[in-house]
């Protein structure tokens, strides 16, 4: 299979803004990215799955279970607004060649909308708890920053010299292939993984609803973030179980008819 | 070759039911599958063949060699049953791409014989003994609980939060996309990994047979679980080895013809 | 490129008989078939190059460099003997996947030439070493050990439930796919990684020797895995540099041309 | 995706000559090449980006990100010259696979310009370092040493029986499949990771330099390579933190509507 998007509907969109929001650290641009399909409403239109996620689906509330996938969402204009495609998810690729297979795919994906123009959403590590995280920004092409001045990004960020891991930074730079420029919005995290940071999902939330012209009730974000915690904690707890587990799913063959096999069921 | 199905016979079946019983935790899906394979005198109608699963041989008692398969048995409908297909087999996919890629060779199997409900079979490690193992359940959809809701089966599964590994979880969970529902049981387990539980097989069966609407002699499970344990042992040793060995198949090329070469054999 | 053979020449064979010998435990396949192919004057008809071997090319004598490879020769018949194609090389596979394509890719190109029957060789390892190593044989179906009862194989290898490991084992056990039949034959060797096992081939090639019916002297192999020794622990120094070395092939992008960029070279 | 060639421009040349200089030990050739390309004022026609890079974008010094790519650049001939393409890049693949993909796709590309002959350059590591490094030659075919034997090269390098590893050594062996022959010229290195190595860098360039018959200041190399040391440490510290990110982009899916669902955002 490798990777594949299921469409559920084809939506008309008008040049639309496509804005990523996968897993990461901190999980910070995935909660901005869930916060702004829950508050705008956003209609899903689209699954992605992909033989690069984990070999297991996860079991609901409703004990059904859930593929692990990524999801596409839009929303359409309102007043000044623009047409907004947005993607969250619940996992990354686990190993490199399926994250260039799965930007990829995706950005391809895009390219039939018209998109030209996307924001990307991630968290950077700083390895210290900052009381102000400051918004981090990278662009697709030099000089690109100029046109994101005024939005309280900081574009100190190269003097740094580091890099963007997975899907928020493959999708900005291979995105030049598909005739696609725009910004990462990095918000400053402790890089400590198990937790979520919804400081900077917050301070990445307040930069984007300026960028998007949109207003939400941002209050909503903290206690949404503390229900979440223990799910996450519990469901770290059952990825290392599920790696031991890899180990144990083989077996030997069935036993032949012949009465000097050794005989046995499995 | 990736992952490819080979054909013994073309099996004229109405509406089956698809039961997947491969080796896991406690090997529990697979004790149980195998016990309705014998029992129910099941036909082996395909073979499939993976590069996703161990590169070696077994080698049987017969002193002929078995590579590492999973096999489709089918059962035509007696009295008030329902056409079934089986199956069973030596091993899943050792890499979780590969989990992907024979899940979906499977259920593109499967819906040529249109198939419509599954059953998948597994374990559910719960880190204890238990003297009354229960038989956990997940469904492919939201309320789907309700269907199978007269055969003893505890679908407060999801309240755990956890996850399904491998074959049992992504045959369910990608179904959905062949058009396929289904429910997959869990047997709990100590989750020790290489003893095969077959007290967790043995509840699994009971519900099972109380699905199937058949009656099998139970009683015959112990001994043979006995023979296996032993057998089990050794291949997991052999196992280990193989990973070893691994490292030694690489060698210098052979000398060339001119006398200045560093003449050697191998 | 994958896995891909190039053919030097296309031999016209009748019936041929296919003997693998790739390096493995104790190296005795390989010393086995090289010795074939040197004292039959076997002459090379293809390469089989993959993208499953090691990415390092090896430094002769002559200071050119060698690819690491399979290669195919093939031996006419001569009195009472039988076509021969022998297959020798380098390397095995680095990985699982790489085995189980190799070995199709093989089989696919002997199935051209009408090969039948198939004689894979290789090494037990069994942890002593032993005055008198016996020749250990697996076959490809059951019954099938009859056929070679004449030639001081030990087919008794079942009872002790094992595996064959890579090429030896695969290609055996796959073969049945391809219309082909064999037998394995392994020489007892201690399992200790880096040497060869001269005695483990001698006893090998002995069996050998009678399938065939040729004479050939077996006196010359001490002198020739002597001269190997030596060069085998020094590539086996080398593989293990290499794997070092991967970690170091990845370097930051060139400077940009404008002022403000940090200015560096490589 | 796996790997891909972008095309700028389409240069006619002339019998060019392909040198090939990509990270490796010492960064030697990188070195070596990037300063061809600067101070010949190569042009840039192709970019060659792959799934066997890793996942992740650098970001440069004007906050825009830098995909992980190979560069081809070409030089028209002037005076004695041959017209050149010169190929340059931030990393090599990493995996063994990838190191064959890469290379058959630049092989098949230099094909379409009628490449014959080849460079490729690297560094040797010695594991001391040496007041003097020498320049060690190993060639694409037996006796074509002869070839280059006026231009200070060292081929006894056979008699220390080692191996080229990755881009050096795999497009100096494969282009025989593609009709191409050529010397792969090594500058001897300690071998110490992380430190390009100026001096060995040197070496080689002067062999290049009288093979290409061109005059070069080489005083400029030290400073460039002063400059890029620090950036290297940056640059390697980052990688090491992104391997550990891997593990960090997983997560649960989104809550469903339901009451009963346990709700959260991420």
Redesign the interface.
């Known amino acids: 299979?490798a990777t594949r998007i299921?469409e559920l509907e084809k939506p008309k969109l008008k040049n639309p803004l496509f804005i990523e929001g996968?897993?990461?650290?901190g999980?910070v641009g995935?909660?901005a990215a869930?916060?702004l399909?829950?508050e705008l409403k956003a209609k899903k239109f689209a699954e992605l799955?992909?033989?690069?996620?984990?070999?297991?689906?996860?079991?609901?509330?409703?004990?059904?279970?859930?593929?692990?996938?990524n999801?596409f969402y839009y929303v359409k204009a309102k007043g000044k607004g623009r047409d907004l495609i947005l993607l969250?998810g619940?996992?990354?690729?686990?190993?490199?060649?399926?994250?260039?297979?799965i930007a990829?795919e995706i950005l391809d994906y895009m390219r039939k909308f018209g998109v030209k123009e996307m924001i990307t959403l991630g968290g950077l590590?700083i390895g210290e708890v900052k009381e102000n995280p400051k918004v981090i920004?990278?662009?697709?092409?030099?000089?690109?920053?100029k046109k994101y001045k005024n939005f309280s990004i900081d574009?100190?960020?190269?003097?740094?010299?580091?890099?963007?891991?997975?899907a928020s930074?493959?999708l900005?730079?291979?995105g030049?292939?598909y005739g696609m420029k725009g910004v990462?919005l990095l918000g400053e995290t402790s890089g400590y993984?198990i937790l979520?940071d919804p400081r900077a999902a917050e301070v990445v939330l307040k930069v984007l609803m300026k960028m998007l012209n949109v207003k939400l009730d941002i209050r909503k974000?903290d206690k949404?973030?503390k229900?979440?915690e223990e799910?996450?904690k519990?469901?770290e707890e059952?990825?290392r179980?599920?790696i031991g587990?890899?180990?144990?799913?083989?077996?030997?063959?069935?036993g032949?008819e012949?009465k000097?096999?050794?005989?046995?069921?499995?």
């Open positions: 299979m299921f996968l897993p990461g650290i999980h995935r909660i869930q916060f399909v829950e799955l992909s033989s690069h996620f984990m070999h297991y689906v996860l079991l609901q509330q409703s004990s059904s279970v859930h593929v692990l996938k999801e969250i619940d996992s990354q690729s686990i190993d490199p060649e399926g994250h260039y297979e990829h590590g920004g990278a662009v697709s092409d030099d000089g690109l920053d574009f100190d960020a190269g003097s740094k010299v580091g890099t963007i891991i997975g930074g493959l900005l730079g291979l030049k292939v990462c993984p979520p974000l949404k973030v229900e979440m799910f996450i519990k469901i059952m990825q179980k599920a587990q890899m180990m144990q799913q083989q077996m030997p063959p069935r032949k012949g000097e096999e050794l005989s046995y069921i499995g």
